[in-house]
């Protein structure tokens, strides 16, 4: 899964995209940032963690930092990626003002009538106009935000439902899976079927999520604790810790120290 990560290095970015109908991300990815999506027209899902979550105009998608995810595909559509850092707000803001906003990001999607998604897309317009004030605007979106409710939940397709089991089982299990054959036992599927279903609605194998999440998990570790490689490669699941660097080298592009370095150094 080679480009799997990409951490954000900046402390604000405005990204506006348009994705044709089925592009999917092949790779999930992660920031150290908390992320607004977007849609400005269209549809698509996202994978964010272990939940597919449709997405359509007057719906927006928080993730918080280093939640892995991926825009699985959809209609053609076009979207706003807004990204900043508790860091970024510090800068302007008291501590209680903007971790009192950015309590919002505890819901993963919420629905904006007519009239407030007008005024969030205006918002995010003045931000591209005039990127210096965006603080400002931040300030003005997640107020908008945090006045709007949950979206209602739609009903799902069966396939889905499993989709959501399987990546429920894995990023509960990813400790103590041995095989393949333990996630289809979870969820009550053939291991063929549950091969064949998730490449095909999340254009990625099985094996390569249940890395990517390990991965994830190894990488907190790394940043967040002083335990060996060895530990921590036996903490995220794996019995050999030769085979963990292969694989953390394949997704992060460094080794788990090379990796342990850099987030000193910075």
Not at 172 to 196: G, R
Not at 241 to 265: A, Q
Request: with cysteine.
């Amino acid at each position: 899964m080679a480009n799997g990560y990409n951490p954000l290095n900046d402390w604000f970015y405005l990204n506006r995209q348009t994705r044709k109908k089925g592009d999917r991300q092949s790779n999930l990815h992660y920031h150290h940032s908390y992320e607004i999506f977007i849609i400005l027209r269209g549809s698509t899902t996202l994978l964010a963690d272990d939940k597919l979550i449709s997405v359509s105009k007057n719906e927006i998608v928080l993730l918080k930092p280093d939640d892995l995810h991926k825009n699985n595909g959809g209609t053609e559509h076009e979207r706003y990626a807004l990204h900043f850092t508790e860091h970024y707000l510090s800068q302007y803001m008291l501590p209680d003002a903007y971790q009192n906003l950015l309590n919002m990001f505890n819901n993963q999607k919420i629905h904006l009538d007519s009239a407030q998604f007008s005024s969030v897309i205006e918002i995010i317009q003045r931000m591209e106009q005039n990127p210096n004030y965006s603080y400002i605007h931040i300030c003005e979106l997640l107020t908008i935000l945090s006045s709007c409710k949950n979206t209602e939940k739609k009903k799902v397709s069966e396939k889905h439902r499993t989709i959501d089991l399987i990546l429920e089982y894995i990023n509960k299990n990813y400790q103590t899976v041995q095989n393949l054959d333990d996630i289809s036992d979870a969820v009550h599927i053939s291991k063929p079927h549950l091969c064949k279903l998730f490449k095909q609605e999340m254009n990625i194998t099985v094996s390569d999520y249940l890395n990517t999440v390990r991965i994830n998990n190894a990488c907190e570790l790394l940043r967040n604790s002083k335990h060996s490689i060895t530990d921590i490669a036996t903490a995220c699941g794996y019995n050999s810790s030769t085979y963990f660097c292969k694989t953390f080298r394949h997704i992060v592009h460094m080794s788990p120290n090379e990796y342990r370095k850099h987030i000193d150094t910075n």
